[in-house]
Each structure stands twice: as structure tokens, then as C-alpha cells.
């Protein structure tokens, strides 16, 4: 596709529902990110893939988040029983090479805005 | 520690005037590569620049340049001639050490430019 997207754009839950978030990388990129970006601060990195291997989940804040990207492609970012410290928006971030080079740009979508009420 | 630090939360600027975003970073890793974000309303994070640490020249990509200072450990956003579309957030992010993939993002400026 033309760039990275996300759906859904906008998702409302009430506490202690399952959510799942999609994102659709750049056809093509090896590498895929997820960062969680609350009111007014930077993104912070949640988890990395290399086509279907998640090889950094340092970042996710709880055993409640659970990503995965099983034909390399797609991730799907699932969040169990949310709560309300869950609220954010959810970016997806890919990149076309797994290897190591400094400038190995991550191209972000738009982000799913996540309200848990 | 904060590992990228933007001090600027917001900043003000008149059309076609040029506008520096500072950002100051910590690392003692030798190699790291440093980026600056645009994200609009929209809330699609926009690459704008890129900066490695054994680059000898600032980067330069059109109107936007990084005013590089290694050994103060900065790496400022120039934009040159701004537009009213400029007015956006602005992050500056790192990724540190040989084969790290993710990047460390700062706390962002709010870039306003009024006609």
C-alpha cells in the first residue's frame, strides 16, 4: 500500500473489554513497530517484529497486551480487560530492512485513538 | 534520566521567519542515529530529518536542516521560511547502539506559525 494503516481510527471501550487494533504495514517492510503515545507526550515503543518473529516486547506495560504478525505481514495489537490507564493512541511503525543500518527510517500511520471509558 | 529532552513545550513564530526546535539527548554509546518527527492534527508521525553520529556534515533535507553539536549532544531542528503549515508537533527521537531498532522519542514542541 501507499503507507502504513491503521483501523480502527477511533475505538470507545468500556472498561474491562478485549480490544483489538490492526495495522497494515508498507507491502514489502520486514520490520513493524508498536508505540503507545498518551495525551500530550512522545510515543513510547511497546514491541518489534522481523516478519513474523516479535524479537523485542521490553515496552509492553503489562501481560494484558498481546501483539502478533503471523504471516508477517498484518500485526494485530490486542488488549485484554482495558482499563482506564489504557486510554492513548496506539502507532504502528514499519521499516523496509531488519538489518542494521543507521538510517532505517520507521514510516508511522495515524495512530488508533483508544478511549476506555 | 531522560534519554531525549525538548524544552521548548510550545513556540510561537511569524510566517517566513525560521525557527530553531532544540533537543539535547543522552547517550554514551557511540553510535546512534538521531531523527526529528513532524505529527500534525491528523496524528501521522511525518519523518522529516535524519542524523547519524559518525555523519561529519549536518543533514539537510530542503527547508529543514539539523544544526548537529556532538560533543554538546544536541541535535536542533532548523526549519528555514516557515509556513503556515508547519504549524504541527514536533518530536526529536534517537535509536542507540550497533542493531537497536527502536526509537526513544522526547516530549515534543508545539511548532505555531501565525500569518
Known amino acids: 500500500g501507499a503507507g502504513v494503516s491503521q483501523s480502527p481510527r477511533y475505538k470507545v471501550a468500556k472498561r474491562g473489554q478485549d480490544v483489538a487494533l490492526r495495522c497494515d504495514p508498507i507491502?514489502?517492510?520486514?520490520?513493524l513497530f508498536w508505540y503507545q503515545q498518551a495525551l500530550g507526550q512522545g510515543p513510547e515503543f511497546l514491541t518489534y517484529?522481523?516478519?513474523?518473529?516479535?524479537?523485542?516486547k521490553s515496552g509492553l506495560p503489562s501481560d494484558r497486551f498481546f501483539a502478533e504478525r503471523p504471516e508477517g505481514s498484518v500485526s494485530t495489537l490486542k488488549i485484554q480487560r482495558t482499563q482506564q490507564e489504557d486510554s492513548a493512541v496506539y502507532l504502528c511503525?514499519?521499516?523496509?530492512?531488519?538489518?542494521?543500518?543507521?538510517?532505517?527510517?520507521?514510516?508511522f500511520g495515524a495512530g488508533t485513538r483508544l478511549s476506555v471509558l | 534520566a531522560q534519554k531525549i529532552t525538548q524544552t521548548q513545550p510550545g513556540m510561537f513564530v511569524q510566517e517566513k521567519e525560521a525557527v530553531t526546535l532544540d533537543c539535547t539527548y543522552d547517550?554514551?554509546?557511540?553510535?546512534?542515529?538521531l531523527f526529528w518527527y513532524k505529527q500534525p492534527s491528523s496524528g501521522e508521525m511525518i519523518f522529516l530529518i535524519y542524523q547519524g553520529s559518525y555523519d561529519q556534515q549536518n543533514a539537510t533535507e530542503g527547508r529543514y536542516s539539523l544544526n548537529f553539536q556532538k560533543a554538546r549532544k544536541s541535535a536542533n531542528l532548523v526549519i528555514s521560511a516557515s509556513q503556515l503549515g508547519d504549524s504541527a508537533m514536533y518530536f526529536c527521537a534517537m535509536r542507540e547502539g550497533e542493531g537497536a531498532q527502536k526509537l526513544v522519542f522526547g516530549q515534543g514542541t508545539r511548532l505555531t506559525i501565525n500569518p
Open positions: 547517550t554514551s554509546d557511540p553510535s546512534y542515529g
Open positions: 511503525a514499519s521499516s523496509s530492512t531488519w538489518v542494521y543500518q543507521a538510517k532505517n527510517i520507521q514510516y
Open positions: 517484529f522481523q516478519n513474523e518473529a516479535q524479537l523485542d
Open positions: 507491502s514489502g517492510h520486514v520490520s
